[in-house]
């Protein structure tokens, strides 16, 4: 099965950029359905930052964006602040097996 | 407006089963592409499966083959989940959510998980 593999955590001050990697994405998966990111704010339920991806929902902000390589997508944070505290995964698809897949997810400190 | 709500908390023995619902509205429901998510105290979040109720096919994690059910009632616009065989490491907070796409050709074509429930807390112990 796909195993995607975030690290644990990131740091950064306010205003600055942070990047969130997520490896480990089945490469011959094609262009679809692409990798999900969400955010989750403690005791709430997550939210879907990005799709297909690099897609935003029309109400999340342009500083946060998506890209993805062959085996591998990026979460960027641009304009860090500091309600951007949270924990953040990326979700992926396994062809093989038909099923999602989660990262272990990455806590963001804003210091 | 579309919403996600989701049963209330649950506290069950080891060895029992739990069922879950979740009722939605505000949207088409049947050939919407609903989803099982839970997440265990202090980890990550996992995928356990879902469904399109037009299709009735259900979706699972390997880990839950044999003791998973999802199942979906038109008439009342209602998923449920049912696991079967508790132990304390089922133990979580348990989200249904709805997919962006609203009309996907398959469960698999996804545009995220865009609506979600506000989770039902299921406790094992005994």
């Known amino acids: 099965q796909v195993v995607l593999t975030q690290p644990p955590s990131v740091t950064g001050a306010p205003g600055q950029k942070v990047i969130i990697s997520c490896s480990g994405i089945?490469?011959?998966?094609?262009?679809?359905?692409?990798v999900h990111w969400y955010q989750q704010l403690p005791r709430t339920a997550p939210k879907l930052l990005i799709y297909g991806d690099s897609n935003r929902p029309s109400e999340i902000p342009a500083r946060f964006s998506g890209s993805r390589s062959v085996s591998s997508a990026s979460l960027a944070i641009a304009g860090l602040q500091v309600e951007d505290e949270a924990d953040y995964y990326c979700?992926?698809?396994?062809?093989?097996?038909?099923?999602?897949?989660f990262g272990g997810g990455t806590k963001l400190t804003v210091l | 407006q579309v919403q996600l709500v989701q049963s209330g908390p649950e506290v069950k023995e080891p060895g029992s089963s739990v069922k879950i619902s979740c009722k939605a509205s505000?949207?088409?429901?049947?050939?919407?592409?609903f989803t099982w998510v839970r997440q265990a105290p202090g980890e990550g979040l996992e995928w356990m499966g879902g469904l399109i109720p037009v299709f009735g096919t259900p979706y699972f994690a390997q880990k839950f083959q044999g003791r998973i059910s999802i199942t979906a009632d038109a008439s009342t616009n209602t998923i449920y989940l049912q696991l079967r065989g508790l132990s304390s490491e089922d133990t979580a907070t348990y989200y249904c959510a709805k997919d962006h796409r609203v009309k996907p050709m398959n469960y698999f074509d996804s545009a995220g998980l865009f609506y979600w429930g506000q989770g039902a807390q299921v406790t094992v112990s005994s």
């Open positions: 979700q992926s698809f396994d062809s093989n097996l038909n099923v999602w897949v």
């Open positions: 505000g949207g088409t429901f049947r050939t919407e592409a």
């Open positions: 089945q490469s011959n998966m094609g262009a679809l359905p692409g």
